[in-house]
């Protein structure tokens, strides 16, 4: 686990994994939610949703109380690498779990349904009195076009966002993975 030798990098293969699951949990209860009109999965969503934000900060924290128990610190640099590292897995991990239910399990049931919620007789009269018309029209044809879209397509969009948004935390939980514990210690 020391430091110098840069063993802490095995930690984020693993960390990688479990934000990755969950990332991929969240998802799955999303798109089966909207399919099924389930309001539980909806809500295991949202709570999902918590999880998958507060993970990696726990996950970096716990990396940060292993090093300090063998009596060394991360740099900030070295825990960039790690978190970087981390969600690259999670990242990775994720898009093969979207990849195989758009490739596998999907058959083109959630934009199917996507399509009747949106061309809904209320939602069409909804987006005209808003003057949306031809928002809406657009949005219609977007859904056309995502809905023919290869698996792999699907999977490579919702991949490159994953890879934006942990690129963009990776900074703050580098600050918890690196943060000094002794000042901790020493306010006792």
């Known amino acids: 686990m020391a430091t110098k ?6 930690y984020s293969m ?3 994994t479990f934000v990755g699951l969950s990332w991929g949990a969240l998802f799955l209860s999303y798109v089966e939610g909207i399919i099924y ?3 539980l999965l909806i809500l295991l969503c949202f709570m999902l949703c918590g999880v998958a934000f507060v993970l ?7 990396l940060n109380r292993k090093v300090f128990l063998i009596g060394e610190n991360l740099s900030y640099l070295q825990g960039l690498i790690f978190s970087i590292s981390m969600f690259m897995y999670a990242c990775l991990l994720n898009g093969l779990i979207v990849y195989a239910y758009f490739q596998f399990m999907d058959d ?3 934009f199917g349904r996507l399509n009747e919620m949106l061309t809904m007789p209320e939602m069409t009269s909804t987006y005209k009195s808003l003057g949306m018309g ?14 023919g879209l290869s698996a792999l397509d699907k999977a490579l969009i919702v991949f490159n966002n994953n890879f934006f948004y942990g690129l963009t935390f990776s900074f703050v939980v580098a600050i918890v993975a690196s943060y000094n514990l002794k000042r901790i210690n020493n306010l006792k």
Do not use: C, H, W
């Open 14 to 16: 693993e960390y990688g």
């Open 56 to 62: 990696p900060f726990v996950l970096a924290f716990r």
């Open 134 to 147: 031809e928002q809406y029209a657009q949005m219609i044809d977007m859904m056309k076009d995502m809905s």
């Open 108 to 110: 083109g049931s959630l």
């Open 37 to 39: 009109d389930n309001a």
């Open 5 to 10: 030798n840069v063993t802490y990098r095995s």
